[in-house]
């Protein structure tokens, strides 16, 4: 292996990886100082292409009550619906990874790469555009196997990319 490669595939690297959205421990962030979270939607807090379910709409509240900011940011159009159901700032058709629309949805929250942080299931749109726009980042598991088959493909290369993370961290 040469040290350039592994540099490459370090830079898709989430800060965490978890098995899922409602395993993450919000009060403990809150605690720590962040104000904001972003979050991606399909596969990470619904299976793709479903509705806020009661467990999301919970998620919400919940966070609403510990004083934390939210949006929803997105690649598909289908946002509103959902951001509504949930009571969230939104941002749809987000052009993941570009930094451009993290930054702004940072901005709709009141704040910045500091104090906020991104969710969501992917690491080549998700992981990556966090990661470049400065915020932590959270990687969790999808919720459900059923996914476009542009995702199914990416998964692939996202496997390697995890072996490696792993292996980095002591976990394999």
């Given at each position: ?54 467990r ?19 690649n ?6 959902f951001?509504d ?88």
């Amino acid at each position: 292996r040469k040290t350039g490669d592994i540099m490459l595939v370090e830079r898709f690297y989430p800060d965490e990886y978890l098995d899922s959205t409602y395993s993450i421990d919000f009060d403990e962030l809150a605690a720590e100082g962040y104000k904001g979270v972003l979050f991606d939607i399909d596969n990470t807090l619904v299976p793709h292409g479903a509705p806020a379910d009661d467990r999301a709409k919970r998620l919400f509240a919940h966070l609403g009550e510990i004083g934390m900011d939210y949006c929803v940011i997105s690649n598909n159009p289908r946002v509103k619906p959902f951001a509504d159901a949930v009571q969230a700032k939104y941002i749809e058709d987000a052009h993941k990874p570009s930094t451009r629309n993290y930054k702004k949805a940072m901005q709709m929250m009141g704040c910045d790469e500091k104090n906020s942080l991104f969710v969501g299931d992917q690491l080549f749109t998700d992981v990556w555009g966090a990661k470049r726009a400065g915020m932590r980042t959270i990687l969790v598991k999808p919720i459900h196997p059923k996914e476009e088959i542009q995702i199914v493909l990416k998964r692939y290369l996202e496997k390697i990319v995890l072996h490696y993370y792993q292996k980095a961290r002591g976990k394999l």
